[in-house]
């Protein structure tokens, strides 16, 4: 039954990941939040369906997140059974592994063992014979990267995964991983890192060149710096933020006078420009070609239309861009 929007794929952007045949939108929704057992399912339902009713055919999940762990994994299973099953050929669906997952030695990092019996629980979990992209989460000191790497190799030969990607490698570990899966001729298409105006990384660690040089994707995550690129914290600290209800990820001590400042001359030159600062703040993650998608995450759907205003707004000027770099570094 084709209930979804019919006009859904009029407006989003279309990005090749390096030089593979994959296509990603140009944002992707990320479920590494506020799609575990503490949210909304209708919530979260809806959110999944806005996405796709605008071309965000990309989600992406993770072993691990929830909480509880497995649980978002969970939920969009249920999501994807009661809404988007008959549309599995329009999707891009990714997970990973290789954080704590279970007890024991089996259940954490990057061995044969845990790869693959990881991946066959987010399958049961999600209800699907195959995910489209597979991941290790992270680097594993221990573990020869030979057995990590060849276990990819063998999960995208069994046909449980369509491609492999790497998590949180910097540039030469990919470029040692990417050595390896090349010989095994395995379809390694992209990264995942962490990159925002104020998480530079990439381009410090060399993956951002690597990348480019190897032909190879990357997908951005935490993009707004778990928030501190909106304007939730211009005027102070939210008693329902998530740095007061979970300081997991974004401790109080990091917004200091200093760097509120640094945000509220971002956000002037944001609403120069005639967006919001978190608009801005991913179109210049977009900005360079080497990026193929960037995350999004979202607690109600509205925040997803929103961020989607970014594919029609203007580019930067080279005043503009060293502005913000003035302000970020």
């Known amino acids: 039954m084709n209930d979804r929007a019919s006009n859904r794929y009029d407006k989003m952007q279309y990005r090749r990941s390096g030089k593979s045949g994959l296509k990603l939108p140009a944002l992707s929704l ?80 990057g061995s044969r063992k845990y790869l693959i019996a990881s991946l066959d629980q987010s399958l049961g979990r999600m209800g699907l014979d195959y995910v489209d992209i597979f991941y290790h989460h992270r680097p594993d000191p221990e573990t020869p990267l030979e057995e990590t790497m060849g276990a990819l190799d063998s999960i995208v030969k069994s046909g449980k995964a369509l491609y492999a990607g790497l998590s949180n490698y910097s540039g030469s570990q990919m470029e040692e991983a990417a050595a390896i899966l090349n010989d095994l001729k395995c379809p390694f298409v992209i990264n995942q890192n962490r990159y925002s105006i104020f998480d530079r990384t990439i381009e410090q660690n060399g993956l951002k060149s690597s990348a480019a040089k190897a032909g190879k994707g990357i997908i951005t995550f935490s993009p707004l710096a778990q928030g501190l690129l909106t304007d939730r914290y211009l005027n102070g600290i939210p008693e329902d933020s998530r740095i007061r209800t979970d300081g997991r990820f974004l401790k109080e001590q990091i917004l200091t006078d200093e760097k509120l400042a640094r945000i509220k001359a971002l956000n002037e030159i944001a609403a120069a420009r005639g967006e919001s600062l978190a608009q801005m703040a991913l179109k210049w993650i977009l900005k360079d070609d080497v990026i193929t998608s960037v995350l999004i995450g979202a607690s109600k759907p509205s925040q997803i239309i929103e961020n989607l205003k970014v594919l029609d707004s203007q580019p930067f000027t080279e005043e503009e861009l060293k502005k913000i770099d003035e302000f970020s570094l």
């Open 30 to 109: 990320g479920l590494w939040h506020n799609f575990g057992d503490t949210g909304n399912y209708e919530t979260m339902k809806q959110m999944c369906l806005t996405a796709f009713d605008n071309g965000i055919t990309h989600f992406d999940l993770a072993n691990n997140y929830g909480p509880e762990p497995g649980s978002a994994e969970k939920n969009f299973g249920r999501i994807y059974k009661e809404n988007l099953k008959s549309y599995r050929d329009e999707l891009l669906i990714s997970t990973k592994a290789g954080y704590l997952m279970w007890e024991g030695p089996y259940g954490d990092w």
